[in-house]
């Protein structure tokens, strides 16, 4: 233990409580508990010889209790320290005596947190190193825990390593670019990091745990991606993200596309390379034709245009039409190309209907104004009564007016029907 190392850290002396305070013995409120966050207890420059008058257990931590010297509490100690010091009452205790108990204590705390820290998964020098320095142990503390836990071999950077590479490259498919990546951040020495990759980087089984993410990889991009050259790339920016060199990443590529029976990915002008072309493999992969998509994304709007028929607003039905395209894959340019060939269809179709007398066309015009305010009433005393339980009567009129507004219905419909329902004139509509 370095008797040079600074141990005051601040003027106030630490006060660890033996009783309750007051406020503990109000009425407790329902709610979560927190678990407190485990500082480090500092102790202020009030240090004075005298008698050790009192030793009491802690109430919030049976395991440790608390020493009063000369009437006056003086620190927290584990029971531990307590016995193996045979601490008692009765015994003096000098300043430099009070000092070496209370570092004892701060380095047990600090090697118990360490071990809690270390069983849940393995741990790094430099992450242990962190999560002490976060709960403001001094440094000296630190050295020696982390020593210590070196020597008994739980802190052990060259097998964390070794089993860290071995799992992301065998179990998770992961490339060495990004396991080294990994590592550094962690703190790991770089000579320690290159030797675990020079154990498992070159292993089959690790390559072929890569092959088997990136053909799941694949058969996802088959489904949502119909350009080509885009799914490839897709696939080639997945495996660098996973940390692959350049040369691996397009040898995978292409045995995957080779067992789909499609072009490998050297082929493709934008994508690898510009080797020529070998007449002895297949030819590259065709481009899907635009009249094609084109075909295939005005027989799904047709089919949706159909069920969208009960939509009022045009614009809302022209944008659900258009999200639903989206969501099949297809580019914004088609969507917006087929959206509008079957608007002006739909315009031609109305033209083309018989025409008709100006009085019949007003007396068509009117049946659908009464059909149209006769639906938003039925509607409107439904919600209304639905409603009832609204107090406010601005909540009850904004919640109705919210509901016919969802419904498609204009503002000229909806206000007059407020003013109905609000007089009471919808009680006997159903």
């Known amino acids: 233990m370095r008797s040079d190392e600074p141990y005051f850290e601040h003027d106030e002396p630490y006060f660890e409580p033996d009783e309750p305070t007051p406020s503990a013995n109000r009425k407790k409120r329902k709610r979560r508990k927190k678990r407190p966050e485990t500082k480090v207890e500092s102790v202020g420059p009030i240090l004075q010889e005298g008698t050790i008058t009192r030793i009491t257990t802690q109430r919030k931590d049976p395991t440790r209790a608390s020493v009063y010297i000369d009437g006056e509490f003086a620190f927290g100690l584990p029971k531990e320290v307590i016995g193996k010091q045979s601490l008692q009452k009765g015994q003096v205790l000098n300043t430099e005596a009070q000092k070496a108990l209370i570092k004892a204590d701060q380095l047990m705390r600090a090697k118990i947190m360490t071990l809690e820290y270390i069983s849940y998964k393995p741990r790094t020098e430099h992450e242990v190193r962190k999560k002490l320095k976060g709960k403001e142990f001094a440094a000296w503390i630190i050295n020696d825990v982390v020593a210590r836990f070196i020597d008994l071999g739980y802190i052990n950077d060259e097998s964390y390593a070794r089993a860290y590479v071995r799992s992301r490259l065998k179990n998770q498919g992961y490339g060495p670019q990004r396991i080294r990546m990994d590592l550094k951040k962690k703190g790991v020495a770089e000579d320690l990091v290159e030797q675990g990759l020079e154990t498992y980087q070159h292993d089959d089984d690790a390559l072929d745990t890569a092959k088997r993410h990136a053909s799941r990889r694949w058969m996802n991009l088959l489904q949502k991606e119909r350009d080509p050259r885009k799914r490839s790339k897709k696939l080639m920016d997945f495996l660098v993200r996973r940390g692959f060199d350049f040369e691996t990443t397009r040898n995978i590529l292409d045995e995957i596309k080779q067992q789909e029976g499609a072009a490998p990915s050297h082929w493709s002008d934008d994508m690898i390379s510009t080797e020529e072309h070998n007449p002895a493999q297949p030819p590259p992969e065709e481009p899907v034709d635009e009249e094609t998509l084109i075909q295939e994304a005005t027989v799904l709007a047709e089919k949706r245009w159909r ?23 297809f580019k914004f340019d088609i969507i917006k190309q087929v959206t509008k060939t079957l608007e002006e269809s739909r315009e031609t179709e109305d033209m083309q209907e018989e025409e008709l007398t100006p009085e019949e066309a007003f007396a068509q015009q009117q049946a659908e104004e009464e059909a149209l305010y006769d639906e938003a009433r039925r509607l409107a005393a439904k919600r209304w009564r639905k409603l009832q339980s609204e107090k406010s009567k601005a909540k009850r009129r904004k919640k109705l007016q919210e509901h016919l507004m969802r419904k498609g219905f204009r503002f000229d419909v909806i206000k007059p029907i407020t003013e109905e329902a609000e007089c009471g004139a919808l009680d006997d509509v159903y």
Request: without cysteine.
């Open 307 to 329: 069920r969208l028929e009960s939509e009022k607003n045009p614009a809302k039905r022209r944008k659900k039409l258009q999200e639903h395209l989206m969501r099949k894959g």
